[in-house]
């Protein structure tokens, strides 16, 4: 168990649709990631949050958007949903924002757009 | 643009066989250079932190290494539990954003 918490683990929805992913980091942890992994894409890195701040972007499409709260919880919205935004959606936090930091996994949330 | 290789695709050994798994890279400045095992439908499990050339980290029967080039995951004398895929990751130096750039992993299938 990583401490890094992901709800939910599993979104069966429709195109057109908006949905929210949710992550809370690690405790301590100040710095929460995005990741999307699909079978032909592999692990790819959506966008970073310091401290309630957007830190970096990915490839991170316009209907994607994230927000991190104050208490460190973070917020995953994926709107007009296509049935290519089926995938593995992984949240990963670490302690800093500064230098080589190892990160946690989340356990992913599995969103599947019928 | 950062870019991590891994081979093989997929590796299935005999339990006790030993081998090794490469990820090569290429980045303008290597911040570090990270290790992950992930199952099935899991998230990816931090296995190793590797900063600079000629680097070693060990942990059971894992042994990571790192060159300018490449890294390398030594697996000796493997059992059945640790069949999963292998990931590499890295981070370029530079700024604040700390986003991992991973390879497309290696299947690694040990058989009892």
């Known amino acids: 168990d990583s401490g890094v918490t992901q709800t939910p683990k599993h979104l069966i929805t429709a195109t057109g649709q908006r949905v929210t992913l949710r992550c809370s980091p690690r405790?301590?942890?100040?710095?929460v990631y995005w990741y999307q992994q699909s079978l032909d894409q592999g692990l790819q890195f959506l966008i970073q949050?310091?401290?309630?701040?957007?830190?970096a972007k990915g490839n991170i499409l316009e209907r994607f958007s994230a927000q991190q709260f104050p208490d460190l919880h973070s917020e995953l919205n994926l709107s007009s949903l296509e049935l290519g935004d089926s995938a593995l959606y992984f949240c990963a936090s670490s302690l800093s924002s500064g230098g080589a930091r190892e990160q946690y996994f989340g356990p992913g949330t599995r969103l599947t757009v019928t | 643009e950062d870019q991590v290789t891994q081979s093989p695709e997929a590796l299935r050994l005999q339990e006790g066989e030993s081998s090794s798994l490469n990820c090569s890279y290429t980045v303008s400045g290597l911040r570090g250079l990270f290790w992950y095992r992930q199952d099935p439908g899991k998230g990816p499990e931090f296995l190793f932190t590797l900063y600079s050339a000629g680097e070693e980290k060990e942990k059971e029967r894992l042994k990571a290494t790192l060159t300018k080039k490449e890294s390398f995951l030594h697996i000796t004398a493997p059992k059945p539990e640790d069949s999963a895929t292998y990931l590499c990751?890295?981070?370029?130096?530079?700024?604040?954003?700390?986003?991992?750039?991973f390879g497309q992993g290696t299947r690694l299938t040990i058989n009892p």
């Open positions: 405790s301590g942890d100040l710095s």
């Open positions: 990751a890295v981070q370029e130096q530079g700024g604040g954003a700390q986003k991992l750039v």
């Open positions: 949050y310091y401290n309630g701040e957007e830190r």
